[in-house]
Each structure stands twice: as structure tokens, then as C-alpha cells.
């Protein structure tokens, strides 16, 4: 349940075209605790007022003149801003009272005034508001989980397999109407990791990964998407590209930006990466196909030198599986997500790279 403290710090506005009404219900709610109320008497202003200052509780009276209290709750819920409507009506009328609770207010208060039945309405209604907005974060809260890498914020494999799909479609859709459109899928991981976590220890190497995904956000735009699969692996989902040469100047720009040394809070490191790039259609016509293509590129990236970039062979065939590199059978053991920690197993049906070749570690 919410705290009392927050309860009584809840933001109120008084609506009522009498100001003897409205000084009256600022002055009993402020001897009782409420330390935010304001009133006001031109029921035409509180749609505005509301969304400005977005207000947890409105005390609003039916009866006035021009814009009537079911005008204005009809006006707050076009706000469109959430389906709970914060209003306690004050009415003087019986028959006002059930027409009101169902055009969406929380409760009503009588006319004349019981102060004592005011303030334990304004109470109650708070509270279930307040438990309401708790109840909203919390699932806010585990959705963002659920779709984001712990440690960096990025996207996770769930959230990204899903973007995937979407360039897919979309690049789909700009070739049947001639846009010439396509959509790319860039894999990646870290030359070096290994030895930032062996030598300078798991949070300068959790640091150092939270600074990759920044510079790896600032090299692409906005509707694009870069994710965190685990460990040191990253992908880049690119929508509306020209072809291979759009995708080739991302990779090489984010080759860059990884390259440049990253400050631990004082000691200093330097890794770089090596990328694979697959474009739709050309590699696959499919999400699961495309990743596979970029994950592939990736090794001959790796085979290549370590710090490039490889596009994917169109029609190549799948490479043998990798064996398990000294960086993953450490991060393995480590067992977590943050610090460098090994991917974690896919889900059935899902894509998992695999490990990279023997001579992948530092």
C-alpha cells in the first residue's frame, strides 16, 4: 500500500464556481495533512490545468455554470494521458451521484459538506490511486526487464529477434513498392574482452561494456536497434539501408568509435571488434536466416585479423560449429550476464551464436 507521506503530498485541485466552497475545502485539507492544494473556479480551465500540472485527485462540482463537471470529465479522459480518472464529484443532488460514478468518477461527496465523510473519501480515493500508479511502474517495470539486458539497457535477444522480424517485413514491403529499401543485421563482439576482465577485474569490464553500448547507440540512428546478447556480443538491427555499402559505412564508423580507449574511473583499456554484416534478401529471406548469415560473416571476420568487417557469402553454406573458446568456458563458469558472462541458452527455436573458433581469445 502507499505511504501515508505520499498520500497527503498528492497533488489536489478543488473545482467549485463558489470560492466560499473552495476556501473551505483548502482550509480543512490543509489542517488535515494535504500539503499541495489549489483551487479553482472556471470549470472551461481544468482541462488545461490538468494537463499541465497532472493532477492525483480532483474535487469537482457537478452544478456550474457554462461547462457543467460531465463536460469536464469528458474533457479530462480526451486527455488521453490514462484510463483512471482521478475526480470525486460534489454534488447536492441524488440523482447526480450513480450518473456520476458511471461517467468515471471515483466517488462523490455530499453537499452540505460532513467534513469527516470529505476527507475520508479524499482518503480512500487517494489511496487506491496511489496503489494504481504503483501497480502501473511495477508492470512497466518487468515489461522494460524483459526486454532489455540488465547491465547495458539495451535490447535483449527476445526484444531484438522481434526487431529483426519487423525490418524484415518492412524491407519487404518497400521492395514490392519499388522503394528499394533493406533492412541489415550486423553481429559483433569484443577483440580483447578477456583480458580487460582478467587484468583489471569484472566491474572494470561490466564498465567497459556499458560504455560500448553507449558508443554503439551514438553510431546509429535513432529507429534503428542495437542489442546485447550476453558476454561481449552485440547486434545491430538496420532498417531502410541502400544495400551493402550503407551497412559497411555503420560497421566501419562503429569499428571506430570501439577503438578509442575507455576510461575504468581510472585505469584505462582498449578492445576493438569485428563485425558481420547479412542484408536482407540477399542472405536471408528470414529473420533466424539473416542472423545465422551475420553470425557467420562475423567468424570470417575473426579468421580475417580481428578489428574488420565481413559481409555475408550469398548462397554460403553454414560454417562447421565453432568450439568453445577459453573466454566462454571462463565466462561459463561465471555464470551471469553482466561481467562478461556467457550467453545464456537460447530459448527453443531461438538463434544462439555459436562459440567462436579456438583462436578467437586474446
Given amino acids: 500500500m502507499p505511504e501515508a507521506k505520499s498520500i497527503f503530498e498528492a497533488n489536489i485541485l478543488v473545482v ?29 480551465q481544468v482541462q488545461e490545468l490538468h494537463r499541465e500540472h497532472h493532477y492525483d485527485l480532483i474535487l469537482l462540482d457537478l452544478e456550474m455554470p457554462g461547462m457543467g463537471g460531465f463536460e469536464v470529465m469528458e474533457g479530462i479522459r480526451e486527455l488521453g494521458e490514462e484510463s483512471y480518472l482521478p475526480v470525486i464529484v460534489i454534488t447536492g443532488s ?10 468515471g468518477a471515483r466517488d462523490f461527496v455530499n453537499k452540505p459538506f460532513d467534513i469527516e465523510e470529505v476527507l475520508l473519501r479524499i482518503h480512500n480515493t487517494l489511496e487506491m490511486r496511489m496503489a494504481h500508479q504503483q501497480a502501473l511502474t511495477t508492470s512497466q517495470r518487468m515489461e522494460n526487464l524483459a526486454l532489455h539486458d540488465s547491465l547495458t539497457g539495451l535490447a535483449n535477444r527476445r526484444l531484438l529477434e522481434d ?10 514491403r518497400a521492395r514490392r513498392e519499388d522503394e528499394g529499401s533493406q533492412a541489415a543485421v550486423l553481429f559483433l563482439d569484443l577483440d580483447g574482452f578477456k583480458n580487460v576482465n ?7 569490464g561490466d564498465a567497459l561494456l556499458k560504455q560500448v553500448a553507449g558508443r554503439l547507440q551514438a553510431a546509429v540512428r535513432g ?3 542495437v542489442a546485447r546478447l550476453g558476454g561481449d556480443e552485440f547486434v545491430v538491427t538496420l532498417t531502410k539501408v541502400a544495400g551493402v555499402e550503407d551497412a ?4 566501419q564508423k562503429i569499428i571506430e568509435a ?9 585505469p584505462s583499456a582498449q578492445v576493438t571488434t569485428s563485425v558481420g554484416i547479412a542484408i536482407y534478401p540477399a542472405h536471408g529471406k528470414d529473420a533466424e536466416t539473416l542472423m545465422k548469415s551475420a553470425d557467420t560473416a562475423l ?5 580475417a585479423g580481428k578489428n574488420v568487417y565481413r559481409v555475408a557469402e550469398t548462397g554460403g553454406g553454414e560454417p562447421e560449429p565453432r568450439q568453445p573458446t577459453e573466454r566462454h568456458t571462463d565466462a561459463a563458469n561465471e555464470n551471469g550476464e553482466a561481467t562478461g558472462g556467457a550467453t545464456k541458452p537460447a530459448e527453443p527455436g531461438h538463434h544462439k551464436p555459436r562459440a567462436r573458433a579456438a583462436n578467437d581469445g586474446v
Fill in 258 to 266: 570501439i577503438a578509442r580507449p575507455y576510461d575504468l574511473d581510472g
Fill in 16 to 44: 467549485d464556481d463558489e470560492p466560499g466552497n473552495c476556501a473551505l475545502l483548502e482550509t480543512v485539507l490543509g489542517g488535515a495533512g494535504y500539503s499541495r492544494v489549489t483551487s479553482c473556479s472556471e470549470s472551461a
Fill in 198 to 204: 582478467d587484468t583489471l577485474g569484472h566491474h572494470a
Fill in 223 to 225: 529507429d534503428d536497434t
Fill in 94 to 103: 441524488s440523482d447526480s451521484k450513480l450518473a456520476s460514478l458511471k461517467a
Fill in 163 to 172: 526487431r529483426v522480424r519487423m525490418a524484415v517485413r518492412q524491407a519487404h
Fill in 248 to 251: 559497411s559505412r555503420v560497421a
Fill in 299 to 303: 567468424y570470417r571476420a575473426k579468421d
